[in-house]
């Protein structure tokens, strides 16, 4: 099959959408042909990925924005025809995957979207007084946008009942994850570097992400058992959360680790007795079926698509969305309780990646025969 992937954010920039990307690529490939088309820094083709121009989006440089003027030409429409694309596959609602709405129209080619992020929850890039005007501006494109497309598909049950307002035809979905590799990594140096229980966060750092909540939580934690943080990753709202560990004097005990590379990964979920994940952003949440996969269990808001994956109790704890109390409470009971590991790996190998495609794969083909 000859797949064609339009995507507003790829490499070098990590999210959660490049990462669920680049773990389909991985197993689809091995069969079919897939083409991305991504945003870049020029004009170019790299092999199957096609760069468009773009400029960096001020307030967020590691995200692109591309031209609007392919928008208005058959320029790719010419390319996908020429690949003779099967199948045009939307990952995101951008410039680019506009760029997807106008090869599927000239070409009469099938359009599936998966609706990766709740887009509306960034609007606090613009003023106060322009929110809820751009909030009404983006439910206006996005009705426009899903009726462009013959199918759907959502992360989660979650995200598939709050999208039923936009589309008819929606099919779940998950992001694999590579269950082998996380299952089979190595934290013994960390645990020897640290002396004592890693409380590991990894993601973008960005303010949706609710890492304040964490570092608030910590010296809760404290009183109870002596542990240490590890912020993993990158993104703009570092640099105040930086500043707010210096305020709390909590340099030596909340450390930011930088970007953590993929060899690196597995061996720091290896290390951790538990993972956080304050978020209340989540459609799916990768990184807690990651950590699960290397046998650590996950403290998680109880928020949007977080309790479908996270089992409370058992393969960690959900507490109240922004209770710092009960946060620290929960951690401190995942570190306590050593019996979740099994459970953990087990409930992970439910996601892994080679049935996610699969499903992804069949799901392709009944959208192309329709």
Known sequence: MEIAWFTDTWLPTRDGVVNSLLSFKKVLEKEHNIYIFA???????????????????????????????????KKVAKIVRELEIDIIHSHSPGVIGTYA??????????????????????????????????????????????????????????????LKKFHNKIEVIPTGIDVKRFENGNGEKLKERYQKPIILHVG???????????????????????AVVLIGGEGPYKKELIKKVERKGLQKSVIFTGFIKDEELPNYYNAASVFAFPSTYETQGIVALEAMAAGTPVVAARARAIPEFVIDGETGYLFEAGNEKELAEKIVMAIENGSMREKCREHAKKYDIVKMAERLVKFYEVVSKN
């Not at 004009?43 to 960096?56: C, M, V």
């Not at 992400?209 to 939580?217: P, R, S």
């Open 39 to 73: 945003p870049g820094e020029k004009n170019r083709r790299d092999k199957n990925i096609f760069y468009f121009k773009s400029r960096a989006y001020s307030k967020y440089p590691d995200y692109r924005i591309a031209s609007l003027l392919p928008i208005f030409s």
């Open 101 to 162: 709405v106008t090869a599927s129209h000239f070409n009469s080619l099938p359009l599936i979207f998966t609706y990766h992020t709740f887009i509306q929850d960034s609007v606090y890039f613009f003023s106060e007084g322009m929110q809820d005007f751009t909030r009404k501006m983006l439910n206006i494109w996005l009705k426009w946008y899903f009726r462009r497309c013959n199918a759907v598909i959502a992360p989660s049950n979650y995200v598939a009942g709050k």
């Open 204 to 226: 973008r750092i960005v303010r949706e992400k609710n890492i304040d909540l964490l570092i608030e939580a910590f010296p809760l934690i404290n009183k109870k058992v002596d």
